[in-house]
């Protein structure tokens, strides 16, 4: 089970920090991820993390950073500059599949098996 909070209302440059914590297990190996959703929209990555890996859209790149506390089977997502665009609900999500030394980091919501509740965030203009 993923459990994400942290999301609210935020003026236009403004930073937020969003957190999902998994239960049921040692998600430590696996990689976990951000996706947004805006109204009418797909759900898009947002970034992702695993052994210490990161990949972000380039959409929030240099504003957005990935992290996470493996003891406490949580990821983070701290929010700098905030955009109007950045509206959205926010999901966590995690892949259980194991891609060795690879460095793969997946960035497709189809390649996550578990999906967090969300978390809205709103960006005053």
């Known amino acids: 089970k993923l459990q994400a909070s942290g999301g609210g209302l935020v003026q236009t440059g403004g930073s937020l920090g969003l957190s999902c914590v998994a239960s049921g297990g040692t998600f430590s190996s696996y990689t976990m991820a951000w996706f947004r959703q805006a109204p009418g929209k797909e759900r898009e990555f947002v970034a992702t993390i695993n052994a210490g890996r990161t990949k972000y859209a380039d959409s929030v790149k240099g504003r957005f950073t990935i992290s996470n506390y493996n003891a406490k089977n949580t990821v983070y997502l701290q929010m700098n500059s905030l955009k109007p665009e950045d509206t959205a609900v926010y999901y966590c999500?995690?892949?259980?599949?194991?891609?060795?030394?690879?460095?793969?980091?997946?960035?497709?919501?189809?390649?996550?098996?578990?999906w967090g509740q969300g978390t809205l965030v709103t960006v005053s203009s």
């Open positions: 999500a995690l892949d259980p599949k194991k891609y060795g030394g690879s460095g793969y980091l997946p960035a497709s919501k189809y390649e996550y098996d578990y």
